[in-house]
């Protein structure tokens, strides 16, 4: 019996190999090999980013995101589940975005974070900070796209809203609607139905401004496929709701006798290459912060005190050549003799 499970679970190993469907975020399966079964991982265009706010463009054009359907999201029970990458929410197609260049229908939410006492775990970071978590709400194109299937496999096919996630001193009761039910879905492939609640909650207040950029699914297969939208304004959760995300779940499933906790899913920030961020709002000399601003003052003054110095001297050691010059001619023109005669002195 306990063979044949062995069996089972060594065949389809190898089955989810074969299709290129096993990948984590550490080891031979690691985030650095995913490109060799899916090729879209080592394109240009991919996601997370580290988003440099010195090199990011305003386009005041770019309008607040609008969610409907967001807060009253029907009847219909909302699915948890973990599918042994993360915990994932299914929404219903009565959840949609206006604000994007067209109209992106909700598919699912997930989680990205860390390991207990670390910083890290957001995928997205901001001039090199991570976060603690992030959470990403999927859409598709539903005005070009019959279904999720098939805009995943075209250009214009996704949207994710990217909210980062940092620590506060008091819950964030919306966040409980999906923590709390964690420990009914510990394992792999284990799903629980939620009843529906305000999605709307979860975002952060200021929904105008944001980072948008052009990039990819951050797990395999990695399409390149989503515009992103990354909120300015984090989201807090409390401490010991964060442990909860952090320590309540294992990717492995109920039967494995070695139990992997399931922490740390976060894929590494990638290139921008050509790319350009863009941003809803100025981000201009605000990106600086006052220790930044304090160090460029003193040092263009510094560095002008420097070039009027080194003029300063510079002029005053050529006057003083030429004085010396002027001298030296008088001097030897009027006493040649006296010179020469100190000179052969012994
Ligand atoms: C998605 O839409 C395509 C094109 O209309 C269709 O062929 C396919 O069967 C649909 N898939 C699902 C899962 O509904
Ligand atoms: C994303 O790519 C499309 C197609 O190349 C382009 O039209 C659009 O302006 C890009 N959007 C951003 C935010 O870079």
């Given at each position: 019996m306990l063979l044949t499970l062995i069996l089972l679970q060594g065949f389809s190993h190898a089955l989810a190999a074969n299709h290129g469907s096993h990948w984590t975020y550490?080891?031979?399966?690691?985030?650095v090999h995913w490109?060799?079964?899916?090729?879209?991982?080592?394109?240009?265009?991919?996601?997370?980013?580290?988003?440099?706010?010195?090199?990011?463009?305003?386009?005041?054009?770019?309008?607040?995101?609008?969610?409907?359907?967001?807060?009253?999201?029907?009847?219909?029970?909302?699915?948890l589940l973990n599918n042994g990458h993360t915990v994932e929410m299914s929404l219903p197609p009565s959840m949609f975005l206006r604000g994007l260049p067209q109209t992106y229908v909700a598919v699912q939410l997930h989680f990205h974070w860390g390991s207990r006492g670390?910083?890290?775990?957001?995928?997205?970071?901001?001039?090199?900070?991570?976060?603690?978590?992030?959470?990403?709400?999927?859409?598709?194109?539903?005005?070009?796209?019959?279904?999720?299937?098939?805009?995943?496999?075209?250009?214009?096919?996704?949207?994710?809203?990217?909210?980062?996630?940092?620590?506060?001193n008091v819950a964030n009761p919306a966040y409980d609607n999906i923590l709390d039910r964690l420990k009914n879905i510990q394992y792999a492939g284990q799903k629980i139905s939620i009843p529906p609640?305000?999605?709307?909650?979860l975002l952060p207040g200021q929904l105008g401004h944001y980072f948008r950029y052009n990039g990819s699914l951050t797990t395999p297969p990695c399409s390149q496929n989503v515009l992103w939208t990354v909120f300015r304004q984090r989201v807090r959760i409390s401490a010991s709701q964060l442990e909860r995300l952090q320590g309540g779940l294992y990717s492995t499933k109920?039967?494995?006798?070695?139990?992997?906790?399931?922490?740390?899913?976060?894929?590494?920030?990638?290139?921008?290459?050509q790319r350009v961020v863009f941003s809803s709002f100025p981000v201009g000399p605000s990106a600086y912060s006052a220790g930044e601003i304090v160090?460029?003052?003193?040092?263009?003054?510094?560095?002008?005190?420097?070039?009027?110095?080194?003029?300063?001297?510079?002029?005053?050691?050529?006057?003083?050549?030429?004085?010396?010059?002027?001298?030296?001619?008088?001097?030897?023109?009027?006493?040649?003799?006296?010179?020469?005669?100190?000179?052969?002195?012994?």
């Amino acid at each position: 019996m306990l063979l044949t499970l062995i069996l089972l679970q060594g065949f389809s190993h190898a089955l989810a190999a074969n299709h290129g469907s096993h990948w984590t975020y550490k080891g031979p399966h690691g985030q650095v090999h995913w490109s060799d079964d899916h090729l879209d991982c080592g394109g240009q265009a991919q996601s997370p980013i580290d988003i440099q706010t010195k090199s990011v463009r305003h386009n005041p054009a770019l309008p607040p995101i609008e969610p409907q359907g967001y807060r009253s999201p029907g009847d219909g029970a909302f699915t948890l589940l973990n599918n042994g990458h993360t915990v994932e929410m299914s929404l219903p197609p009565s959840m949609f975005l206006r604000g994007l260049p067209q109209t992106y229908v909700a598919v699912q939410l997930h989680f990205h974070w860390g390991s207990r006492g670390q910083a890290s775990g957001s995928e997205h970071q901001v001039n090199g900070e991570t976060f603690p978590a992030e959470l990403h709400i999927v859409h598709y194109n539903s005005e070009s796209y019959a279904n999720v299937s098939e805009a995943k496999q075209r250009v214009d096919g996704l949207a994710v809203l990217g909210i980062l996630i940092e620590v506060g001193n008091v819950a964030n009761p919306a966040y409980d609607n999906i923590l709390d039910r964690l420990k009914n879905i510990q394992y792999a492939g284990q799903k629980i139905s939620i009843p529906p609640f305000d999605v709307h909650e979860l975002l952060p207040g200021q929904l105008g401004h944001y980072f948008r950029y052009n990039g990819s699914l951050t797990t395999p297969p990695c399409s390149q496929n989503v515009l992103w939208t990354v909120f300015r304004q984090r989201v807090r959760i409390s401490a010991s709701q964060l442990e909860r995300l952090q320590g309540g779940l294992y990717s492995t499933k109920v039967a494995n006798s070695l139990p992997v906790p399931l922490v740390d899913n976060y894929r590494a920030p990638q290139l921008l290459n050509q790319r350009v961020v863009f941003s809803s709002f100025p981000v201009g000399p605000s990106a600086y912060s006052a220790g930044e601003i304090v160090a460029i003052v003193f040092g263009t003054l510094f560095g002008c005190l420097s070039i009027f110095l080194t003029v300063h001297f510079v002029v005053k050691r050529i006057r003083m050549k030429r004085i010396r010059e002027q001298k030296d001619v008088v001097f030897k023109s009027s006493s040649r003799r006296a010179v020469s005669g100190n000179s052969h002195r012994p």
